[in-house]
């Protein structure tokens, strides 16, 4: 028995050792604190997604005339919402075509309808948080959890153009204590020499954003939670009838354990 587990625990530091050498950056994220039953924050959301990316990426799998879903009300939509000559029934579409993009940023912005599902909410929030100013980049931005991306920082008014900052630390167990010790997003990535980076991305004080920290992460955690949303949007109705399904068996059986109680009386 001993044998199996050092055997095995063997191999689990093999593979743990692998994903190492092979991945580089360890990457901790920061849990994203959304919440899908909450329809302010989704409302907010489809306002940022529709005024800061609509116009480079689409949701083609999303109509306009959903949005009732999140409490909204046809005219709110059509207000708020929709720009030009879309129709409530239209699905969220963009005017650019894919060569313009692809010419425009050398890549072309994919579409986001079921993007929380592919990278999950919490990399989706530490993607916003983490653009940085880089001059030596085609854009002039680059990005902590998604190097080299040829996204600009469509947010960067509100956050302020953030730098990267990277300290240098002799070997991994010190980079990956003082990494958990920052609780937030960090980098620990393989320098030369076998020292250890922890990067974070932080604040410029010279050059702060329209929005304060606090509210800048909230309207990431909106927009996240809209995308989310967006993804499987029929999911809030399951989750609400779940809820409903639950209480009802609850009260059903308050109900028939007060008749069992009852019928059995009479027999002892
Ligand atoms: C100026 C155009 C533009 C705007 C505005 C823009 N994006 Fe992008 N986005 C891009 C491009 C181009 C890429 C492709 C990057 C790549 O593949 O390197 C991209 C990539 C992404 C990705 C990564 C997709 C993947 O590969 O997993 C996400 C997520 C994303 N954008 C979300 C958003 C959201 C949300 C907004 C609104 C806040 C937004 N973008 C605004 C152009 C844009």
């Known amino acids: 028995m001993n044998k199996i587990v050092t055997v095995s625990a063997a191999l689990l530091f093999a593979v743990a050792g692998m994903a190492l050498a092979s991945g580089g950056a360890d990457l901790r994220l920061d849990p994203a604190p959304v919440h899908r039953l909450d329809t302010e924050s989704l409302q907010r959301g489809a306002r940022n997604f529709v005024n800061f990316c609509l ?31 879309v129709r409530i029934g239209s699905t969220m579409t963009v005017a650019m075509t894919p060569a313009d993009a692809r010419n425009w940023f050398g890549a072309v912005p994919p ?60 070997n991994h167990e010190s980079a990956l204590a003082a990494a958990i010790a920052i609780k937030g997003l960090a980098s620990v990535e393989p320098g030369s020499g076998g020292k250890w980076h922890v990067r974070i991305v932080a604040a410029d004080p010279d050059a702060p954003g329209s929005m304060t920290p606090v509210q800048y992460r909230t309207f990431v955690a909106d927009l996240v939670n809209f995308l989310d949303y967006v993804s499987e949007p029929s999911k809030n109705k399951r989750i609400s009838l779940g809820i409903v399904v639950v209480l009802y068996l609850v009260v059903l059986f308050v109900l028939v354990y007060a008749l069992k109680r009852l019928y059995w009386k009479d027999v002892h």
């Open 55 to 85: 116009n480079c990426h689409s949701a083609r799998f999303m109509r306009y005339e959903r949005l009732k879903d999140i409490g909204l009300t046809e005219q709110q939509i059509e207000d708020n919402l929709m720009f030009g000559t």
């Open 111 to 170: 579409d986001l309808s079921v993007i929380a599902r592919v990278r999950g909410v919490d990399w989706l929030y530490n993607y916003f948080l983490s653009f940085y100013r880089d001059d030596g980049s085609a854009t002039g931005w680059n990005n902590l959890v998604f190097p080299n991306v040829a996204m600009p920082h469509a947010l960067w008014q509100l956050s302020g153009p953030n730098r990267l900052v990277s300290t240098e630390f002799d």
